[in-house]
């Protein structure tokens, strides 16, 4: 008797079981769930797809677009750079860089030294690669690089849904016409079950309407029978 009444004055929790079960078995959950995995799966194969897309359109471009980028010119200390290097610095410079970045620290190394890969790894710690050039990770940058790259991206993910969703619909057409010359062979071959056409701005017959028009035939019929036989 406790049990019972601690259901009936807790919110009934043997209902709410009830319909939460019945809400996660419903059908369009279920779809709903399905199309999220299919959905996740698919974004991988876009994602993939464009990736190779966008190596191909970057290809002839040094450095890649990560490379396309504008230093803005810096506003105050924070933004200049270490002592000696600058804003930037070019790839090929890493290791020249490097010594100097450690001679600013008041310690002299050469590329031999057992502390060089310490110290370029301090002054990678300070700067970002961009294509072929290093850039101070104070300073104001443009990265027209990324810009370019979402629009590709987007016009790549754009045309790929497109080409897909255009696929689909034609299927979907063509398998639509095939059903409808399916029914319009079988009424040729059965033309007495072949419904009659709506009148344009007419309403469809509804069920009544065609038990009534049925009783009339059959009154029709019986009063034809009954002529005949007064003859």
Known sequence: MKKAKEYDTNGKAVGLWKEFKA??????????????????????IVTALTSI???????????????LVTVLPAANDAQRGVSGIGQMFSNSDLAEMTIAYAKTQGATIT???????????????????????YFYNGSAIIDWGSFINAIISFLIIALTLFVIVKVVKTVKLKREALKAK???DYFIKHPEERPAPVVPGKPAPTEMDVLIE??????????NKAAESTK
């Not at 897309?53 to 490379?67: D, E, M, R």
């Not at 301090?122 to 050039?133: D, E, F, S, V």
């Open 53 to 67: 897309l966008l190596s191909i359109c970057t290809w002839g471009v040094p450095g890649g677009l990560k490379g």
């Open 182 to 184: 399916a029914v319009e």
């Open 214 to 223: 049925i009783r009339e035939e059959l009154k029709k019929q019986n009063a």
């Open 111 to 133: 590329v031999d030294s057992d502390s060089f890969p310490t110290w370029q790894s301090t002054l990678l710690g300070k700067y970002t690669a961009h294509g072929t050039n």
């Open 23 to 44: 809400f996660i078995t419903r059908g369009n959950v279920l779809d709903m769930a399905v199309g999220v995995i299919v959905g996740g799966a698919f974004n991988t």
